[in-house]
């Protein structure tokens, strides 16, 4: 067999970084709580920070505290980026986020070590609050950083328990920087997949064409409280059977218009909450996913129309306020080959598939070639402290990673 081009991987280099970042914020029974913004975070900030520079790189940080390190290329140009996120869900696992920052950390090591020049310069980045579990929306540091959410706004979010802004929680951990964004040349997310397709279909690679879109839906019913044992069911104003039927439609609308529809009913709240009481209020989310936008749009308002519908019929009033609208995002499709082929090349089964979760790469497709690559997680399991990725795995998509990044910034071997 022909030894590949670009250099290789340092599989035990990468997974002790992987056990060193999982030191900080470490969990009883396995896992990590770094939320954003907290000494934790800090921590893990401090730790990447000195990695970047210790690699040599150039290191930035800018006014919502998204970190990145910049390794020289013959020329001045924008770099080709990897990146991804370090903070976490309060129960998280060792690779969410994190492992496209560490398989970044270790593909500037493995150019380093060859000594290799690329034409362009080549980035690491780590974006804040990618998770969205401490403060809202998700996304928030890349999304600032390409300019499609205000970063006054950004810095004025209250977290989601009241108790901190995150302009102060910047200052205070020392991460409020002056750095102004670059636009890469291209942006490269490696991820695992956080779902259970790959592992089933004993599939190594995930070549990653798009990320679908997202619509959070908040009902409220208004009803009638009543007897539950006097209060025949044709006089109720049940808002709790109504709330029941939109959750229904909803599963109904997933099953109606297949794969990748999907329908989830997250929360649902019924009041006054007793066991012999007719509801008088009830709240239910719904998140709608679709690759597919107009399909997306036609399930929301066909859920939407079903509710008006079903409230008017039991006697009750209903809204709906938007939670989050996220249309489906393509990636280049030009780079999602390279992926492909590089996998291919390393003899690595590959499928192409769009991600469900949202990440910071959907921020980036809209201004610069952009894709992700995925690997198997175990049982699908994420945001959970029993998250897994063979190491295998991912030392093999690390090397994907590798491979693309050599391809895209013109690596001199």
């Known amino acids: 067999m022909t030894r590949p081009a670009s250099p290789e991987i340092s599989g035990a280099r990468l997974m002790d970084r992987i ?22 975070d800090r921590a893990g900030r401090d730790w990447f920070v000195s990695e ?12 919502i505290g998204n970190l990145w390190g910049i390794r020289k290329g013959k020329t001045d140009g924008a770099p080709v980026m990897v990146g991804s996120h370090i903070d976490s869900v309060a129960t998280g696992g060792l690779y969410d986020g994190a492992l496209g920052v560490l398989a970044g950390l270790e593909v500037i090591s493995a150019l380093n070590e060859r000594n290799v020049v690329t034409e362009k310069p080549v980035a690491v980045a780590a974006f804040t609050n990618e998770e969205g579990a401490r403060f809202a ?3 928030m540091g890349s999304g ?3 300019g499609s959410l205000d970063l006054d706004e950004m810095l004025a979010v209250t ?14 951990i020392g991460y409020r920087g002056t750095d102004a964004p670059v636009t890469p040349a291209a942006y490269l997310e490696y991820h695992i997949e956080q779902g259970p397709v790959l592992e089933q279909e004993g599939i190594r690679i995930g070549a990653v064409t798009g990320v679908q879109g997202i619509y959070w839906t908040e009902f409220v019913i ?13 006089l109720r104003k049940d808002a709790g059977q109504v709330a029941m039927r939109i959750a229904c439609e909803a599963d109904a609308i997933a099953a109606e218009y297949g794969p990748p529809q999907v329908a989830t009913v997250g929360v649902m709240n019924l009041s006054p909450g007793l066991i012999n009481v007719v509801p008088a209020r009830a709240r239910l989310t719904v998140d709608l996913r679709n690759t597919d936008g107009e399909k997306l749009i036609a399930a929301m308002e066909r859920l939407v129309a079903f509710a008006e519908t079903a409230a008017e019929g039991a006697g009750c009033t209903v809204t709906h306020r938007p939670m989050a609208r996220f249309a489906p995002v393509v990636f280049d499709g030009a780079i999602v080959d390279k992926i492909e082929a590089a996998a291919t090349k390393r003899q690595l089964s590959v499928k192409r598939m769009p991600s469900g979760a949202g990440h910071d790469a959907q921020m980036f497709a809209p201004d610069c070639p952009t894709a992700m690559i995925f690997i198997p997680s175990e049982k699908g399991l994420s945001h ?11 030392l093999a998509g690390a090397q994907v990673l590798l491979d693309l990044v050599c391809d895209l910034a013109g690596a001199q071997i």
Do not use: W
Not at 222 to 234: I, R
């Open 144 to 146: 600032v950083y390409q």
């Open 222 to 234: 208004e009803g009638e409280s009543n007897h539950a044992g006097t209060t025949p069911m044709a």
């Open 159 to 172: 977290a989601t328990d009241g108790s901190c802004v995150i302009g102060e929680e910047l200052d205070r």
């Open 19 to 40: 056990g060193a970042l999982g030191t900080i914020g470490a969990l009883e029974g396995g896992g990590v709580c770094r939320l954003a913004l907290t000494d934790a």
């Open 52 to 63: 970047l520079k210790a690699l040599g790189l150039d290191v930035f940080c800018d006014a």
């Open 384 to 394: 959970n402290i029993n998250e897994h990725s063979d190491e295998a795995d991912i």
């Open 137 to 139: 929306p998700d996304m």
